[in-house]
């Protein structure tokens, strides 16, 4: 028999109905490009006049669209390598530190999330221009490392709250190495954590527009400033073929990350 009361179950229904609508406010728009990038039309409009793949054709054949969506895939591979190195070493530097300074460094490393990405952006392009690499992968892939990072540290940390470190403790004591260590015992517990966090940072890379737009040089333009630039020259339903792609990968990329988060649950409610 059900413990919860009549009130308390209406009031969880009607909370679950609300977060669905809201859900759909949000979604459903997102979810009306998809259809417009099979309309045989040459304009974004409703009802279609027919289906047709001509659009996909039309982007798979021309070489800027093909070359900003690989120029996406290198910046965006780049960058999850590169912020989740780095996001999850500082990530086990915070856990492992207690001090007053390691929270100021870990504010000062999270603030990209709290700034407005164009006040980034203009900051790093003046400072990658100091240093006389601007417009170039390096300073894109940088850039994208800059925002990423604090979602690798962020989640990484969150995974370590649940980590026993008589773990690593009991590996030392039986002659393991800090590194042996690390990746036989520490980074098999965490692996759910680091991959998320590498996900959320291929994901973000691979969507960022404003920063490709000041960091990369005309050549490199990635898919989302690709995408910018025909809304601005020429609104055809390729770009509706393109937005697909993103909302595509977008959504694997959110599987794949709950899919990780179930398994790192299931995980914790296994070990003793």
Same mark, same amino acid.
């Given at each position: 028999m059900?413990?919860?009361?009549?009130?308390?179950?209406?009031?969880?229904?009607?909370l679950?109905?609300?977060?669905?609508?809201?859900?759909?406010?949000?979604?459903?728009?997102?979810?009306?490009?998809?259809?417009?990038?099979?309309?045989?039309?040459?304009?974004?409009?409703?009802? *279609?006049?027919?289906?047709?793949?001509?659009?996909?054709?039309?982007?798979?054949?021309?070489? @800027?669209?093909?070359?900003?969506?690989?120029s996406?895939? $290198? $910046?965006a591979?780049?960058? *999850?390598?590169?912020?989740?190195?780095?996001?999850?070493?500082?990530?086990?530097?915070?856990?492992?530190?207690?001090?007053?300074?390691?929270?100021?460094?870990?504010?000062?490393?999270?603030?990209?999330?709290?700034?407005?990405?164009?006040?980034?952006?203009?900051?790093?392009?003046?400072?990658?221009?100091?240093?006389?690499?601007?417009?170039?992968?390096?300073?894109?892939? *940088?850039?994208?490392?800059?925002?990423?990072?604090?979602?690798?540290v962020?989640?990484?940390?969150?995974?370590?709250?649940?980590?026993?470190?008589?773990?690593?403790?009991?590996? @030392?004591?039986?002659?393991?190495?800090?590194?042996?260590?690390?990746?036989?015992?520490?980074?098999?517990?965490?692996?759910?954590?680091?991959?998320?966090?590498a996900?959320?940072?291929?994901?973000?890379?691979?969507?960022?527009?404003?920063?490709?737009?000041?960091?990369?040089?005309?050549?490199?333009?990635?898919?989302?400033?690709?995408?910018?630039?025909?809304?601005?020259?020429?609104?055809?339903?390729?770009?509706? $073929?393109?937005?697909?792609?993103?909302?595509?990968? @977008?959504?694997?990329?959110?599987?794949?990350?709950?899919?990780?988060?179930?398994?790192?649950?299931?995980?914790?409610g296994?070990?003793?």
């Open positions: 059900s413990t919860t009361s009549l009130p308390q179950r209406a009031g969880s229904a009607f679950n109905t609300i977060l669905l609508g809201m859900l759909g406010f949000l979604l459903l728009p997102i979810l009306f490009v998809i259809p417009l990038s099979l309309s045989a039309g040459e304009f974004f409009i409703y009802p *279609m006049p027919g289906l047709s793949l001509r659009w996909y054709e039309a982007f798979f054949s021309d070489r @800027a669209w093909i070359s900003s969506l690989w996406s895939i $290198v $910046v591979t780049s960058t *999850m390598v590169l912020a989740t190195v780095l996001g999850t070493l500082a990530a086990i530097g915070f856990w492992q530190s207690r001090s007053r300074l390691g929270m100021v460094i870990l504010v000062v490393l999270v603030s990209p999330l709290i700034i407005p990405v164009v006040v980034v952006a203009i900051a790093l392009f003046f400072f990658y221009a100091r240093l006389g690499f601007a417009n170039s992968m390096w300073s894109l892939v *940088m850039g994208h490392t800059a925002i990423a990072l604090p979602l690798v962020l989640t990484v940390a969150a995974t370590l709250q649940t980590y026993n470190p008589n773990l690593t403790r009991a590996a @030392a004591s039986l002659g393991a190495s800090p590194v042996r260590a690390f990746f036989d015992v520490m980074l098999p517990l965490i692996a759910p954590g680091v991959a998320t966090g996900l959320l940072a291929f994901a973000m890379s691979f969507d960022e527009c404003v920063l490709s737009l000041f960091l990369g040089s005309p050549e490199q333009r990635t898919l989302p400033r690709q995408l910018f630039s025909g809304l601005r020259e020429s609104i055809t339903p390729v770009v509706a $073929v393109a937005a697909t792609l993103i909302i595509v990968l @977008a959504s694997a990329l959110l599987l794949a990350s709950l899919l990780l988060k179930a398994r790192a649950e299931r995980l914790r296994e070990s003793p």
